[in-house]
Structure formats: C-alpha cells, structure tokens
C-alpha cells in the first residue's frame, strides 16, 4: 500500500507541479486525440487534472518501478522510505517524492547503515522489534554481501499485545549470494528465534536465497534454531541453499533446527558439502515440525553425514511425531550412513519417534559397506515410499540398520513400506533391512528379485508372523533363499537358486495317552485315537515318547511293543501291538505328537 502523503515531495513538488501530459500520453498509449480517456487526461484543469495525475502516480507506482521507469536514490529519508524520479528514458522529471513500498510495518533493510549485510539487516531487524514486530524486507540486498556477525531473526522479548515472543520476518532476496566469515563458538550466521520466519524464497529451491561459508568461519551452524531457549519454539524456515564447500567449521551442522514445536516447518532448502560435520542436523523437534522439499547432498565428502536426527541426554524432549515430506538425502562421506538417528535417552522416557514420507538416497561413492540408514534406539521410524541406489556392484550394504546399542533395554520398532532399489549394479534379491534388535522378527529382510520390498514392520510393536504374497513359487539366486506363498496356501522357498520347494506347516499338535492293560502275544489292542483339528488324511504324523519309555516299550535285545501312528481326517491314531511270543502289560506312556503338511 502506497501512502498518499508520500506522493508529495518534501520541498513542496507537487506532482501536478512537474508531471508532463506527454509523459502520461506515451505511456498509456494514447493517440487518438478523440479518445475519452485522452480527453480526460489532456482537456482537464485544475483539480480535476490533479486528481488524475494523482491516480496516475498510485498506478504507475506500483508497476513501474523496478522496470526502470524510475530511480530511487536515498535523498536523505527516513529509513524504509524512498524518493521516486522519473528517469531520463521514462517521465524525466517526473518526481514522486517520498514513497513507502512495503506494508504497514515492514521496513527496507537496504536503507539502513551498515558497510556488511548483517550490519543492515540487524539494525533493521531491532526497528521492527522496537515497533512491536513486522517485516525486514532484505530483499533490495542482493548478488555478493558479506556477513561478518550472527543474525537473530527475532527477539526474546515478549510482546505486550500477543503475550508471545514479537515476531519478526526476514525475507532474502532469491539473488542474494551471502559469504559468512567469522569465528564465534556457538553462533549461527542466522538464528531464527521463536514466533519468526526466514524465508528466501517463494517456492522452490533452485531460485533462492544462497548461503555459504569461507574456510576460516568456525561456529554452530549457518542457520540454526534458538537451541539455548529455555522452551519450545514455533519458527519457519523457507527458500534457502546453503553449502561449505570451502570447509568451514560448523559443531552443529549447516542446518541445526532444534527444541521447535507444533508445525514448525523448514521447507525449500538445499543443503550440500560440508566436511566433518553433518548437513541437516534435527534434534528435539516435537508435534508435527515439517520438513518438506528438501535435498541434502555431501557429494561424498570425508566426514559429512547428510542428515543427523538426535534425541539425546539433557534434550528438552526426544524427537518426536517430527515428519519429513519428500527429501533427498545422498552420497555421505566414506563410513557414514545417509541418515544417521541416535536415541540415548533412558528407556523409561518418552521415546523417539519420526516419519518419512518420500525418500530418495543415493550411497557414496566408494563406500561398499555402511547402511543408508542406521537407526539406533529410536522407538518408532516409519518410511513410506523409499528409493535407494548403490553406486557399486560390489556394494554388500543394506538400505536399514537397525540395532539398540545406545539403549540395551530399549527395543526399537522400524516400519518400511513401499521400497525399492533402483538402477542400481547389484543382483536381485538383495538384503534391504538388517535388524538386530532383540524383538526382531528377521534378521535380514531381502527384496524380491525386482528389488522391491512391499512392506516390513519389525521390532517391540512387531508381529510374530511374516506375510508373503501368493504369487507362485520363487525363482532364486545363487546365494539368496527366497520364499512366497502359492495360490494354494503353501510357502515355497527357493534356495541358492534351487528349485523351489514347498515349506511344512504344522497343521495339529497334542498329547495322547497310552493303555496300560495286558496285551496277548501278537495281538494288538484297539487304536487310541485323539482329536487333530484340520488334519487330513494326506498330511503326516510324528511322535515321540514325553519320558523315557516303561516296561514294556523296548530292551536291550530290541524286542517288546511297537507303535503304529496313523491320521484319520481330524484326528490321530495310535495302535500297540505286541510281536513277542508272550503277553506284556506296559507300563504309562504319553506321547508327544505333530501333524506336518
């Protein structure tokens, strides 16, 4: 909104005073002098005249400027306030005077002091704080600026009005290219404190804000949350690259996003090349904090981890229903994981939990050996929607790690649905998911032999059976076992490339008990029969005795009593017969016994 004072110019130049007919006629395109709105324009006097030219400025002033039909040198006013002049190719002369281009608190940080960046944009950050909040618009700041101090994008102090932290929004300019360079332990070039915003862009992540490092700076991260607070945070974080490619030293990683609360939200950013340290570092995020869009690359760079998620002793809360939409996260240092998640909090607290929804990763370069993702302790991880790529044939890594090395009491739960490998150079099937937790259902989980995974869940909340799909019988591969259901309700496994093979089931287990009465010399006594639910008559029987066998059922000569087990359609049968030339009364005998199909 344009503020009408400001279409006076200070000195008393009335734009009346100086516009030019010509001028308005030239840019409205008006060449039939018959025309209404010419007439309007060039027959009127006096007030009428003015109230048009008047129009005429609000109009103009808000499209033309920025396209070059007019400049805006400082003049000497008031921060956030500029003076407009007609150049020479448009409106010569034509002066607007004093005019705000913002909206009622917003300030302009390029017409505040300061030889650097941060100089301007503190200054006009604490302008907006000391009107009670608002907008510092950054974005007349652009190509190479230098920062040389942390920027806190907002404050601590709390607004009379709202009972919270004034809010403060910082917006960057989608051509700003920002070199950090100084030493400060525990500083972010920029800190977003809670109620704030830094937003670089728009949409996307390709035009954005870019942020990078020189190889001296040494702090926290460039841009971090306000980890010290004493309390959750709500802050959002849009439209920014960030990258350390000349080897700064961040203790937190680029991106520290820390302690946020209900939909927090990082969104828009890229974050690449950092040695040493990690690229998004998510630690003690709580109740739906977002991040979405996101592409997280350490081009195989020694020591960087591309994301880190951290719930850890002395945290203000574990990570925890934190969700990530849509992120690629690839090519970590040689020996580090993708997405490395730690928990050292006690089991008996409330424990991590986090959500993936859309993931890409890629594998370093080199490295043949370290999962993608290694999760330890954390209680719940969910994955929907994974896809993975080794980049070496020799590659004997699986995608999921997941172990409870930092918690031994604490049995984490890993869910994966819909994961797939792809064009990577390895032979399908291949292991995607190593548990070894101690409620594990398996051990390794192997795709099929197109590298999909459908589903896994694994873990303390896991089910004690595994489900296979009736798909027909499995065609294995040299060194892989691979197993699915049939349409008859079989499971079939092929092993080390084999012909498959169809698995037992149990289909009935019990307990029968044995007579005792006298048996004759080659007789046999009537069958002793027990109910087997489901039994058929095609299924096999196996039994053994609950005890060492009585008189009556064997010597050391090998003669006595024999037992002939046979299934009926749901039961099964003993019979004892005696083969010796005289009687034999045995002795109890119970029997333990197994229908298979």
């Excluded at 977002?290 to 809360?317: E, H, K, R, T, Y």
């Excluded at 934190?322 to 690629?328: A, D, P, V």
């Excluded at 009585?550 to 002939?564: D, K, M, R």
Aim: hydrophobic share 40%.
């Amino acid at each position: 909104m344009i503020q009408a004072s400001g279409l006076i110019a200070r000195k008393g130049q009335a734009i009346a005073a100086t516009g030019r007919s010509s001028d308005l006629e030239a840019f409205l395109g008006i060449q039939n002098p018959g025309d209404r709105l010419q007439d309007d324009f060039l027959y009127s006097h006096g007030p009428l005249r003015k109230k048009l030219l008047l129009v005429f400025a609000l109009l103009c002033a808000q499209v033309c400027v920025g396209q070059g039909y007019f400049n805006a040198p400082l003049n000497g006013n008031s921060a956030g306030e500029q003076d407009w002049t007609g150049t020479d190719q448009f409106f010569p002369g034509l002066h607007l005077g004093p005019v705000f281009f913002n909206q009622p608190g917003t300030l302009l940080a390029n017409q505040f002091p300061g030889a650097t960046f941060d100089a301007q944009v503190n200054a006009c950050i604490q302008a907006v704080v000391d009107r009670g909040g608002g907008i510092c618009d950054a974005t007349g700041l652009t190509s190479k600026q230098t920062i040389l101090s942390e920027i806190d994008v907002g404050t601590r102090t709390m607004s009379a009005i709202t009972g919270n932290q004034i809010s403060v929004t910082l917006l960057l300019s989608p051509f700003l290219h920002a070199n950090v360079n100084f030493n400060s332990a525990g500083a972010c070039a920029f800190k977003i404190l809670s109620e704030s915003r830094l937003i670089g862009t728009g949409s996307g992540i390709t035009h954005s804000a870019i942020v990078g490092s020189s190889g001296s700076a040494s702090m926290a991260s460039l841009v971090c949350t306000d980890y010290a607070a004493a309390s959750g945070q709500y802050v959002a974080i849009q439209g920014l690259q960030l990258s350390n490619s000349a080897g700064g030293t961040f203790t937190k990683g680029l991106m520290f996003i820390d302690n946020t609360f209900d939909a927090s939200s990082v969104r828009d950013v890229l974050v690449s090349n950092s040695p040493n340290s990690s690229l998004l570092h998510v630690e003690a995020t709580c109740c739906a904090t977002v991040f979405q869009n996101v592409v997280l690359d350490c081009s195989s760079i020694a020591g960087c981890i591309p994301l880190q998620i951290d719930s850890l002793l002395g945290d203000l809360q574990p990570v925890l229903e934190t969700i990530f939409l849509g992120i690629s996260v690839n090519h970590p240092g040689a020996g580090k994981s993708n997405i490395q998640v730690t928990h050292t909090l006690p089991s008996g607290l409330t424990p991590c939990s986090f959500s993936v929804f859309g993931l890409y990763m890629e594998s370093g370069s080199t490295d043949t050996t370290t999962p993608l993702v290694n999760i330890d302790s954390c209680m719940s991880a969910q994955f929907n929607g994974v896809t993975a790529q080794f980049r070496s044939p020799s590659s004997t890594a699986v995608a999921f790690h997941v172990t409870h090395a930092s918690v031994s009491g604490f049995i984490p739960s890993l869910v994966v649905t819909n994961f797939q490998y792809q064009n990577s150079p390895i032979v399908f099937p291949y292991p995607a998911i190593n548990d070894t937790t101690s409620g594990a259902v398996d051990t390794n989980v192997f795709t099929d032999n197109q590298g999909v995974l459908v589903s896994y869940m694994g873990g303390q909340n896991a089910a004690t059976s595994i489900t296979f799909p009736e798909t027909g019988p499995p065609t294995g591969t040299k060194a892989f076992d691979v197993c699915r259901g049939t349409s008859s309700h079989t499971i079939m496994c092929s092993m080390s490339g084999l012909p498959a093979k169809a698995l037992s089931q149990t289909i009935a287990s019990g307990t029968s008990s044995m007579a005792t009465g006298t048996i004759g010399a080659g007789r046999c006594v009537a069958p002793v029969t027990t109910a087997a639910s489901g039994v058929a008559t095609t299924d096999a029987i196996s039994w053994s005795f609950n005890a060492a066998p009585g008189t009556g059922y064997g010597s050391v000569t090998g003669s006595g009593l024999n037992i002939q087990p046979y299934v009926t359609s749901g039961n099964v049968n003993f019979v004892v017969c005696n083969p010796t030339a005289g009687s034999i009364t045995p002795a109890a005998a119970i029997l333990n016994w197994r229908v298979t199909r």
